[in-house]
């Protein structure tokens, strides 16, 4: 869940949660609390704020500061998101309905509810439109500070590198396996040794054919021989039992190994999960499309004719490219003739990619309507596309743009606080 999504749940679940005398209660004092650059804070604002506040430490049973400094903070923190609402409207970040929409959706479902039943309670508590205007500020605050703050951050190649090559940078990028294991018990004599081995070999050829491990390691033993082991979890490699270490990366999940021995027995490993990692290899597809969308002058039904046309002529020979580069609306291929070289699974968006997952290698599809606007598309080729080094580096990426974040954020607030013209109205303040 994004940082924006976990803003908007938060304070809607503290907004929520005050009692309805609370929530309905008017507010008598209507003064300026601040006057912050072009605008103000007033009283009432203040005093929701602190009323959130308390009823959220009183919640969660959470220590609280003196009543002056915990009203001075909340007005502080009031003054921060007034300044950032303001640069961001004079940005134009904007939260449309659709935003909104998906933002409650995702609170509902976290709360077992379908959207229209979350939507039910809040109108029935009077509060619905409050909650939309919460999650639009904290939504648009959440955008703008990812734009401005990762604007003041840069990861260098060679930071990148240094990150890959040390023990925290290995350690973060390496797959975790979850693996379990039987061992037969080293035997006390060469016939034992005999009758031992001879179960792991069964043993084995019945957890080919697909019986599960973790089921023949219940049955504590087998024909008088005792087996022990089961499911050992989730483990890096170098956190595994050492004898395993060589065996689990050649794995495949579902795939077990070969008996092998160590001073304790007869051991085989199955690996029954895996997750993480840098090694990637994606589809990629060839293709080339012709967009025409409708726009000022064009409708929707003149728009439907014109690709339609431009297919028939494709269809009567003449030359795709040729007609892409006079006619498409995609100013990144026009060039190109539609060319729009390698695209990976989820580059394009979904109802366009199923189009092309549908279309054979040398096939060119049908006009067909997708949101972003009319497409004829000519598959030329496909093919498997290793990715790993590419993913090594932006899961490394990733990794020191968060750890710069937070800093970068906090020099970035106090610098917009420093500078911007700030007058406390509110007394004892």
Same mark, same amino acid.
């Given at each position: 869940?994004?940082?924006?999504? !976990? +803003?908007?749940?938060? &304070?809607?679940?503290?907004?929520?949660?005050?009692?309805?005398?609370?929530?309905?209660?008017?507010?008598?004092?209507?003064?300026?609390?601040?006057? $912050?650059?072009?605008?103000?804070? &007033?009283?009432?604002?203040?005093?929701?704020?602190?009323?959130?506040?308390?009823?959220?430490? !009183?919640?969660? *049973?959470?220590?609280?500061?003196?009543?002056?400094?915990?009203?001075?903070?909340?007005?502080?923190?009031?003054?921060?998101? =007034?300044?950032?609402?303001? /640069?961001?409207?004079?940005?134009? $970040?904007?939260?449309?309905? *659709?935003?909104?929409?998906?933002? /409650?959706?995702?609170?509902?479902?976290?709360?077992? /509810?379908?959207?229209?039943?979350?939507?039910?309670?809040?109108?029935?508590?009077?509060?619905?439109?409050?909650?939309?205007?919460?999650?639009?500020?904290?939504?648009?605050? #959440?955008?703008?500070?990812?734009?401005?703050?990762?604007?003041?951050?840069?990861?260098?190649?060679?930071?990148?590198?240094?990150?890959?090559?040390?023990?925290?940078?290995?350690?973060?990028?390496?797959?975790?396996?979850?693996?379990?294991?039987?061992?037969?018990?080293?035997?006390?004599?060469?016939?034992?040794?005999?009758?031992?081995?001879?179960?792991?070999?069964?043993?084995?050829?019945?957890?080919?054919?697909?019986? =599960?491990?973790?089921?023949?390691?219940?049955?504590?033993?087998?024909? #008088?021989?005792?087996?022990? +082991? +089961?499911?050992?979890?989730?483990? @890096?490699?170098?956190?595994?039992?050492? $004898?395993?270490?060589?065996?689990?990366?050649?794995?495949?999940? +579902?795939?077990?190994?070969?008996?092998?021995?160590?001073?304790?027995?007869?051991?085989?490993?199955?690996? &029954?999960?895996?997750?993480?990692?840098?090694?990637?290899?994606?589809?990629?597809?060839?293709?080339?499309?012709?967009?025409?969308?409708?726009?000022?002058?064009?409708?929707?039904?003149?728009?439907?004719?014109?690709?339609?046309?431009?297919?028939? !002529?494709?269809?009567?020979?003449?030359?795709?490219?040729?007609?892409?580069?006079?006619?498409? *609306?995609?100013?990144?291929?026009?060039?190109?003739?539609?060319?729009?070289?390698?695209?990976?699974?989820?580059?394009?968006?979904?109802?366009?990619?199923?189009? $092309?997952?549908?279309?054979?290698?040398?096939? /060119?599809?049908?006009?067909?309507?997708?949101?972003?606007?009319?497409?004829?598309?000519?598959?030329?080729?496909?093919?498997?596309?290793?990715?790993?080094?590419? =993913? @090594?580096?932006?899961?490394?990426?990733?990794?020191?743009?968060?750890?710069?974040?937070?800093?970068?954020?906090? =020099?970035?607030?106090?610098?917009?606080?420093?500078?911007?013209?700030?007058?406390?109205?509110?007394? *004892?303040?």
């Amino acid at each position: 869940m994004s940082r924006t999504i !976990r +803003g908007a749940l938060l &304070l809607c679940a503290l907004f929520l949660g005050l009692p309805q005398a609370l929530q309905a209660q008017p507010m008598a004092i209507d003064r300026v609390a601040a006057i $912050v650059d072009e605008n103000v804070i &007033l009283s009432s604002e203040l005093e929701e704020r602190v009323l959130v506040v308390l009823e959220n430490a !009183r919640e969660r *049973n959470l220590p609280l500061p003196p009543e002056a400094q915990l009203r001075r903070e909340v007005l502080d923190q009031l003054i921060l998101e =007034n300044l950032q609402l303001q /640069m961001a409207r004079r940005a134009g $970040v904007r939260v449309d309905d *659709n935003m909104l929409n998906t933002a /409650m959706e995702n609170i509902a479902a976290q709360n077992n /509810m379908s959207f229209e039943q979350f939507r039910q309670i809040l109108e029935a508590n009077g509060i619905y439109l409050q909650t939309r205007e919460q999650l639009a500020r904290e939504i648009t605050l #959440g955008q703008f500070q990812q734009r401005a703050v990762n604007q003041r951050i840069d990861i260098t190649r060679q930071e990148i590198e240094n990150y890959l090559r040390s023990e925290a940078g290995q350690s973060a990028i390496a797959p975790e396996y979850r693996v379990a294991h039987i061992l037969i018990p080293a035997a006390e004599n060469p016939a034992e040794a005999g009758r031992r081995n001879e179960l792991a070999a069964f043993l084995h050829q019945q957890l080919e054919a697909g019986a =599960n491990i973790l089921a023949i390691v219940n049955e504590g033993s087998i024909a #008088g021989i005792p087996i022990s +082991g +089961g499911d050992l979890g989730w483990h @890096k490699v170098e956190t595994l039992p050492s $004898v395993f270490r060589p065996v689990v990366p050649d794995l495949q999940p +579902g795939q077990v190994t070969d008996p092998f021995s160590s001073s304790s027995g007869q051991h085989i490993v199955a690996l &029954l999960e895996k997750r993480g990692g840098v090694n990637l290899s994606v589809q990629q597809t060839h293709l080339r499309h012709i967009l025409i969308q409708p726009n000022e002058i064009r409708t929707e039904e003149q728009a439907r004719t014109l690709i339609h046309q431009l297919y028939e !002529r494709i269809l009567a020979g003449e030359d795709f490219a040729a007609i892409a580069r006079q006619h498409t *609306n995609d100013a990144n291929s026009m060039v190109a003739g539609g060319d729009l070289d390698w695209v990976s699974e989820g580059q394009l968006p979904e109802d366009f990619m199923a189009v $092309v997952r549908g279309t054979d290698i040398g096939e /060119m599809t049908e006009p067909f309507r997708v949101q972003t606007g009319w497409h004829i598309i000519e598959v030329l080729d496909r093919r498997e596309q290793d990715v790993t080094e590419e =993913n @090594k580096r932006f899961r490394a990426q990733q990794v020191l743009r968060e750890r710069k974040y937070e800093m970068e954020l906090q =020099n970035w607030l106090t610098e917009i606080r420093d500078t911007a013209f700030v007058e406390i109205k509110e007394e *004892n303040l």
